[in-house]
């Protein structure tokens, strides 16, 4: 009897037609689909096929989808940070091949920084694209989500300023290349050599050991001792009645000589050169010379030069003495020979 109302079955159409509806159909509906009619095919049990097609058929397709967007997401990100691996290398590469060895050194940590803010970057793009995608598919209405995101980003932006800024501001001391990890720095009052550099915080570390860590929101301005080239300045004294023209060459011979050394002519870029008097008292007069060096190297060749200059104008300083004094002796000698000669010459009275 159970077979009989399953085999035969009249249901009424809009149309005014009549369709009949079979045990398959009544189990599968009229649009089956393959896992109800292959549970259908095995067992011919309506409530299996019923079962198969409430909670395998209908949440398969969506499950199909999210994975297939899941797939195409981590697909995509693998791709874009193999991108990002590759242009960030090659644009390393090509910038140490014509900066010198200081800049490569700190060339490194940069473009180590770049390219994770820029993977990171492009994760959150991919996956809130992908997610996005997935709600879609789940039903989910993305209007009113999208409006609250809104909201919200706008409240977050509000409320961290100060977070927003300094994230801002990291983001771009890293494009502009302002300072990299190994520089020493002047930020405001501190001056020391940087350990850190994050996209919100800085960690400067001073000739004391103290460590500071200041948010990159906060630096107005920043002085970097470390690209490029330095310069060193030696401001001599001499004494008050020394002959400045003999002292300006006797510096500029033992600056020029030490240049000359294969130990320091790649630590001093140019020639030295002596600007002259710097400054004048009643006691002193202070000489400046100036080097151009690598960069954080000024303070050793500054050294190394007052040692030289000093060396030299003493050596100097004791032959002056000595000719001085020869010369006086000579002078004594040759005025007694005159009194001598006078005193013998009948014709002076």
């Given at each position: ?26 189990a ?13 095919d ?8 019923d079962?198969?097609?409430v909670?395998?058929?209908g949440p ?82 993305l ?40 520089d ?9 050599t ?14 004391n050991g ?30 008050y ?35 002259g ?7 002193e ?57 006078q ?5 002076v009275?």
């Open positions: 009897m159970h077979s009989a109302v399953l085999h035969a079955v009249l249901t009424p159409t809009p149309g005014g037609s009549a369709t009949r509806v079979t045990p398959f159909t009544a599968c509906g009229t649009n089956p689909g393959i896992a109800c009619r292959f549970v259908w095995i067992s011919h049990s309506t409530s299996l096929a079962l198969t097609k909670y395998l058929a398969a397709p969506v499950v199909a989808r999210i994975a297939f967007v899941l797939l195409i997401a981590v697909i995509a990100r693998t791709a874009a940070h193999r991108v990002i691996g590759r242009v960030t290398t090659r644009a390393n590469e090509n910038a140490s091949g014509r900066a010198s060895s200081v800049s490569r050194e700190r060339r490194n940590p940069r473009a180590n920084a770049l390219g994770s803010v820029l993977r990171n970057a492009a994760s959150v793009t991919i996956f809130s694209i992908a997610a996005a995608i997935i709600l879609g598919d789940m039903g989910v209405n209007a009113p989500v999208l409006a609250s995101a809104g909201v919200l980003g706008i409240a977050i932006g509000f409320g961290a300023q100060n977070l927003v800024q300094d994230f801002l501001a990291g983001i771009f001391m890293l494009l502009e290349d302002q300072y990299g990890v190994g020493v720095v002047e930020v405001g009052d501190v001056t020391g940087v350990e850190a550099v994050s996209l919100r915080i800085t960690r400067l570390r001073d000739v103290v460590a500071w860590y200041i948010r990159n929101g906060t630096i107005s301005q920043a002085g970097n001792e470390s690209q490029g080239w330095a310069r060193a300045i030696v401001d001599f004294p001499v004494a009645d020394r002959d400045i023209p003999r002292v300006r060459q006797l510096m500029r011979h033992a600056a020029t000589g030490m240049w000359q050394e294969p130990d320091w002519h790649g630590v001093i870029l140019e020639e030295p050169e002596v600007w008097v710097q400054a004048v008292s009643t006691d007069v202070v000489v400046r010379l100036a080097a151009r060096t690598a960069p954080l190297r000024q303070w050793e060749v500054a050294r190394e030069l007052r040692e030289r200059l000093k060396t030299a104008l003493d050596a100097a300083g004791g032959d002056e003495q000595v000719a001085s004094a020869g010369g006086d002796d000579t002078a004594a000698a040759a005025g007694g020979d005159d009194q001598g000669g005193a013998d010459d009948p014709a009275p």
